[in-house]
């Protein structure tokens, strides 16, 4: 958890950069789904607007097979928001859910503009560094420090140690690792260019 409070420190100093308005309320699921895609819709020009279908339950057969978590669909160019991770997400609050909306979209992205890397745990690390640069530059979202927090908390939870296998998506420090480099592209005017994955 050590790590986890460094990496959220340098997260909320990015928040103060962001928002100097008090926490808000919660918003509800269907306000915050709207705001993240209009907002990130409006950074990428609204070209390439992948199709969004949330509240889907768990189980239920999306356009790439059975959905148990969240997910973008590359057959059908289909977001897809379960319930299971709305719950989830709003135990730490909005601000976790529009982290997983904008993580989604991200997917639709990289495959829309072909710059998705061929490694699992790499393209979920982009993703997630996507998501927080949308976060950071959508226009119609203020961010304050216990949003960043929220999002942190989250990246944090859902990272995984299983190395080897298909789907793992980064350990819980990467993850928060990867959100905050999207958050800071945003606030140093980096943008989505801070994402690249570098060859070596």
Not at 47 to 61: E, F, K, M, N
Not at 163 to 182: D, M
Not at 187 to 200: E, L
């Amino acid at each position: 958890m050590k790590a986890l409070k460094a990496l959220t420190t340098t997260f909320i100093g990015i928040g103060s950069v962001l928002a100097s308005l008090p926490a808000q309320a919660e918003l509800a699921p269907q306000a915050v789904i709207n705001a993240v895609y209009t907002g990130i819709q409006h950074i990428h020009g609204y070209q390439a607007t992948p199709r969004l279908i949330w509240g889907v339950a768990h189980g239920s057969r999306g356009g790439c097979g059975p959905l148990y978590s969240s997910q973008y669909c590359k057959r059908n160019h289909t977001v897809y928001i379960t319930t299971r991770d709305i719950r989830m997400a709003y135990q730490y609050g909005d601000a976790a859910l529009a982290y997983i909306v904008g993580h989604e979209y991200a997917h639709a992205m990289q495959t829309a503009y072909g710059f998705q890397p061929n490694v699992t745990p790499i393209s979920e690390l982009q993703a997630d560094c996507l998501a927080g640069v949308y976060l950071g530059l959508i226009p119609n979202i203020a961010l304050d420090k216990r949003d960043i927090l929220e999002i942190a908390t989250l990246a944090h939870r859902i990272g995984d140690y299983q190395w080897g296998n298909k789907h793992h998506h980064g350990t819980p420090e990467q993850r928060v690792r990867a959100v905050v480099q999207g958050m800071q592209g945003a606030v140093k005017g980096g943008g989505v260019r801070v994402c690249r994955v570098r060859r070596v």
